[in-house]
């Protein structure tokens, strides 16, 4: 099954057309199913997001496509385990969360992917690919001294917009951690950006 996915030419979305939480909420229970069709628009969905998520949490692009399919299967395979009670997004990006920790403590060979920081949103259209390459060049460097958590907070905050509360459920883990990760997160940043994109933070 992901297999397929993977020759499937994803498109960007914009918010526009993405579908809110209820929507989203609807795939799973067509997954639950066995509709494979909502899984393929699930997908499409979600592996633009999770691709740029476990990019910067990983910084290896093997592992990223690994680590992506892996999360997917579990969707596929585990529906029944959305319950309701958070958002999609918080299961999807737990379970990719996850995954990619699992991911990181088998493989702990020297980072390969030195260009992450200047690949183009899959998401994004043109203007904001090259506003987004600018920012994330300025702060790749910043960001890739950063622990695999701090960077996890980092990239679900500024990236994903979600909550520390949110956030916190992904990670699994109290809200009062995620709060301090992203405080040494951001004084670290600060500190190494010496004024370039203060006002980002």
């Given at each position: 099954?992901?297999?397929?996915?993977?020759t499937v030419?994803?498109r960007p979305?914009?918010a526009?057309?993405s579908p809110?939480?209820?929507?989203e909420a609807?795939?799973?229970?067509?997954?639950?199913d066995g509709?494979?069709?909502?899984?393929?628009e699930?997908?499409?969905?979600?592996?633009?997001?999770?691709t740029?998520f476990?990019?910067n949490?990983?910084?290896?692009?093997?592992?990223?496509?690994?680590?992506?399919?892996?999360?997917?299967?579990?969707?596929w395979?585990?529906p029944?385990?959305?319950?309701?009670?958070?958002?999609?997004s918080?299961?999807?990006?737990?379970?990719?969360y996850r995954k990619a920790?699992?991911?990181?403590h088998r493989?702990?060979?020297?980072?390969?992917?030195?260009h992450?920081?200047t690949?183009?949103?899959?998401?994004?259209?043109?203007e904001?690919?090259?506003?987004?390459?600018?920012?994330?060049?300025?702060?790749?460097?910043?960001?890739s001294?950063l622990?695999?958590?701090?960077?996890?907070?980092v990239?679900?905050?500024?990236?994903?917009?979600?909550?520390?509360?949110?956030?916190?459920?992904?990670?699994?883990?109290?809200?009062?951690?995620?709060k301090?990760r992203?405080f040494?997160a951001?004084?670290?940043?600060?500190?190494k950006l010496a004024g370039?994109?203060v006002?980002?933070?």
């Open positions: 099954m992901l297999q397929r996915q993977n030419k994803s979305r914009t526009a057309t809110g939480p209820a929507e609807r795939l799973i229970s067509r997954i639950a509709d494979g069709r909502a899984f393929d699930l997908y499409r969905i979600y592996r633009p997001r999770l740029r476990l990019i949490m990983t910084r290896r692009r093997q592992m990223t496509e690994e680590v992506l399919n892996d999360t997917m299967m579990v969707v395979n585990r029944h385990s959305f319950d309701g009670t958070s958002k999609v918080t299961w999807v990006f737990a379970i990719a920790l699992k991911a990181l493989n702990q060979d020297p980072l390969e992917d030195k992450a920081e690949r183009p949103s899959l998401e994004a259209g043109p904001q690919q090259v506003g987004d390459q600018q920012v994330r060049k300025v702060l790749w460097d910043a960001i001294e622990s695999a958590d701090h960077r996890a907070v990239d679900l905050t500024y990236f994903h917009e979600n909550g520390y509360r949110e956030i916190a459920e992904i990670m699994n883990c109290p809200v009062d951690t995620i301090t992203m040494h951001r004084r670290h940043l600060k500190r370039q994109l006002d980002w933070l």
